[in-house]
């Protein structure tokens, strides 16, 4: 279990500084109407946005460990937490400041981790019915349609739902990292979950790139966070067989609630009082400089 939360925290610390770097990507790259290669090619340019993705790779391959070895509840409150990485991240390299709830916020996940590290007990089933390996990767097929469709319309309620594909997207790549047959090439390459791991990673940062293009921070932030931390960790107690200890479910619970109420709460982090604004930025929304939700 060391070893699972040890690389869980050094994730949420590459999730967390990526987020910074990926967010002032996104908003310095022309305005998007709908999915296009264009876009790609934007982002791509920005060294911002390219160096937030591969502190989100490396992140992403050190929580694979901890997706293996540990609860996916305690996983994904782990690494949803990594907004209040950003919020420190943003103070130290954009010079950004923290308000009262910030620092609640902040503290609330601490608490929350401390407490569901305390509770969580020992990761369920690392394998499932393939029934549900291609019910994973339905289910990216059915998030990018989504996202074809939300992707033409704007303001927070399209940023939400844009969040909310995002999260789902990163909760079905975390499913997959759990359930995924290792056993050899072969198997890798014929089971619908290393599919599902792939479409709904790409997917999910699609979503989330176009979600930062259309209203607030906030809206991409709170929306994501329900289905990306919920979602697994729902499927993780009810499918998969995770558990806390025997007798700490109290604390688990507790814990789980805590810290994301606290990511919660440093949503709003995204949507700063004022700061310096991009020289270069094209559109109208770079003045404001963005925070992000995790990954």
Do not use: K
């Not at 050094?10 to 002032?24: E, M």
């Not at 930062?212 to 809206?219: E, F, P």
């Not at 979602?231 to 806390?244: I, S």
């Amino acid at each position: 279990m060391l070893l699972g939360l040890t690389t869980a925290l050094v994730a949420t610390v590459c999730f967390g500084f990526g987020a910074v770097f990926q967010a002032r990507g996104a908003r310095s790259a022309p305005r998007a109407d709908r999915v296009r290669a264009g876009l790609l090619a934007a982002l791509a340019r920005s060294w911002q946005f390219l160096l937030g993705t591969l502190l989100d790779i490396v992140g992403f391959a050190l929580s694979i460990v901890a997706l293996r070895t540990l609860p996916l509840f305690l996983v994904q409150a782990v690494t949803n937490a990594s907004l209040a990485v950003t919020a420190l991240a943003a103070v130290w390299l954009l010079g950004a400041r923290l308000r009262r709830g910030d620092l609640a916020g902040i503290l609330a996940v601490v608490v929350g981790l401390t407490l569901l590290a305390l509770g969580s007990g020992r990761e369920g089933r690392d394998h499932a019915a393939p029934a549900f390996h291609w019910a994973l990767l339905a289910t990216t097929a059915v998030l990018l349609l989504a996202t074809l469709v939300l992707v033409r319309r704007e303001g927070n309620a399209a940023a939400a739902g844009l969040g909310l594909l995002a999260g789902a997207g990163f909760g079905v790549t975390s499913l997959a990292v759990r359930v995924l047959d290792v056993s050899g090439p072969v198997a890798v390459l014929t089971d619908p979950a290393a599919y599902a791991l792939a479409v709904g990673g790409l997917g999910g940062y699609l979503a989330y790139a176009l979600a930062l293009q259309r209203g607030t921070v906030t809206a991409a932030t709170a929306a994501g966070t329900v289905t990306e931390t919920f979602g697994p960790a729902l499927v993780g107690v009810t499918v998969l067989g995770d558990a806390a200890r025997p007798g700490f479910e109290w604390c688990a619970l507790t814990g789980f609630a805590v810290s994301v109420g606290g990511t919660f709460v440093l949503s709003r982090f995204g949507e700063p009082e004022g700061g310096p604004a991009e020289p270069t930025a094209p559109h109208r929304d770079a003045e404001a400089e963005p925070a992000v939700p995790p990954r």
